[in-house]
């Protein structure tokens, strides 16, 4: 079961990008697929990741969220919370068993 918004984006990654925590617990409660990606194959624990949003990562670590899905760029939630610096973020990433050798097609300076 998944939930997508009119202009397209799925509701689970609307709420992580608002900060609505509840909302997002609610969606997962109500079965909002956890692994979706959007337009940009972003997944609800990338942008989560993206926005350092610690206790949705946790929820969706959790509940078994894939660790190792690439967007368009091929950046993975790794990839993300090491460019953004999210170190608490990055250290449940690893605890979680993602993969630390993916890459992507974009350098970040």
Excluded: C
């Excluded at 997002?24 to 997944?43: C, E, H, P, Y």
């Excluded at 090491?82 to 992507?104: I, P």
């Amino acid at each position: 079961m998944f939930f997508i918004t009119q202009l397209g984006e799925p509701t689970l990654v609307l709420a992580i990008r608002k900060g609505l925590t509840d909302i997002v617990s609610l969606l997962m409660k109500a079965g909002a697929n956890i692994d979706i990606q959007d337009k940009r194959g972003d997944s609800p624990l990338m942008v989560a990741v993206w926005q350092g949003r610690t206790e949705v990562v946790s929820l969706l670590l959790e509940a078994g969220a894939n660790t190792d899905l690439q967007n368009m760029r091929g950046d993975s939630a790794v990839i993300l919370a090491t460019v953004k610096f999210h170190l608490s973020v990055l250290k449940e990433l690893v605890r979680a068993g993602a993969d630390l050798n993916l890459q992507n097609q974009v350098t970040y300076y």
